[in-house]
């Protein structure tokens, strides 16, 4: 189910717009898995930067602007910060996936029986 505008008009929802509704349509799962897939993220680049990986070249080739990595990259931070600020830059893959997984993992909850059906609308 797609993020709904509650006003009724058909504007389009900004990521962080739709994050908000996702949480508010499912609550916990929403929350829960935003979370989860963040600390994921969190310690994929921590073990990334911690290894030696050359992350500006790995950005670099995924399209990130030489200005947004030299704001981000200043040399000498350590590398929890490092790979903090990497994780950050993957903010709105995160956020994309969490739009998308949960509605997906919450209709297959309540088809299982583990979550119970939602309560119609008065």
């Not at 006003?7 to 717009?17: R, T």
């Not at 508010?24 to 290894?51: M, R, T």
């Not at 500006?56 to 080739?61: E, G, I």
């Amino acid at each position: 189910k797609a993020a709904a505008d509650p006003s009724g008009e058909n504007k389009k929802l900004n990521k962080s717009q739709q994050l908000k509704q996702v949480f508010k349509e499912y609550g916990a799962v929403g929350v829960s898995f935003h979370v989860g897939i963040s600390l994921v993220s969190l310690g994929i680049f921590y073990l990334a930067v911690s290894s030696g990986v050359d992350m500006t070249a790995v950005l670099f080739k995924l399209g990130f602007s030489e200005s947004s990595l030299q704001s981000k990259m200043a040399a000498g931070t350590s590398t929890f910060v490092l790979a903090y600020a990497i994780h950050k830059l993957f903010a709105p893959v995160r956020i994309s996936i969490t739009i998308v997984s949960v509605p997906f993992i919450v209709r297959y909850c309540r088809k299982i029986g583990f979550f119970k059906p939602p309560a119609p609308n008065p």
